[in-house]
């Protein structure tokens, strides 16, 4: 079993910064990848950033590049995602997603609000 937990969503205005974090517990021998999506009402969940658990390859959506940062610490089985320079179309619940074994789990997604 694997859970998810994620944290550091919030309320901010355009331009601002925030971090998310999203801590593994349970099995976690044989993850390959972790990373974050992001939903809006009405739309399908969306790819934002992944990074491959063994080595350091990230990869982006075109809308956050440069602007957003995932990084990894594997002693404490978390991932971050940096956001920077956040803009309105931010807006979104964002998912934790993590791949294991060719499963896919999901944490239970934190909201973040960017106010213009």
């Known amino acids: 079993q694997v859970q998810l937990v994620e944290s550091g969503g919030g309320l901010v205005q355009a331009g601002g910064s925030l971090r998310l974090s999203c801590t593994v517990s349970g099995r976690t021998s044989g993850i390959y990848r972790m990373g974050w999506f992001r939903q809006t009402p009405g739309k399908e969940r969306e790819f934002v950033a992944h990074?491959?658990?063994?080595?350091?390859?990230?990869y982006y959506v075109d809308s956050v590049k440069g602007r957003f940062t995932i990084s990894r610490d594997n002693a404490k089985n978390t991932v971050y995602l940096q956001m920077t320079s956040l803009k309105p179309e931010d807006t979104a619940v964002y998912y934790c997603?993590?791949?294991?074994?060719?499963?896919?789990?999901w944490g239970q997604g934190t909201q973040v609000t960017v106010s213009s």
């Open positions: 997603n993590l791949r294991r074994l060719g499963n896919d789990y």
């Open positions: 990074i491959i658990w063994s080595g350091s390859s990230t």
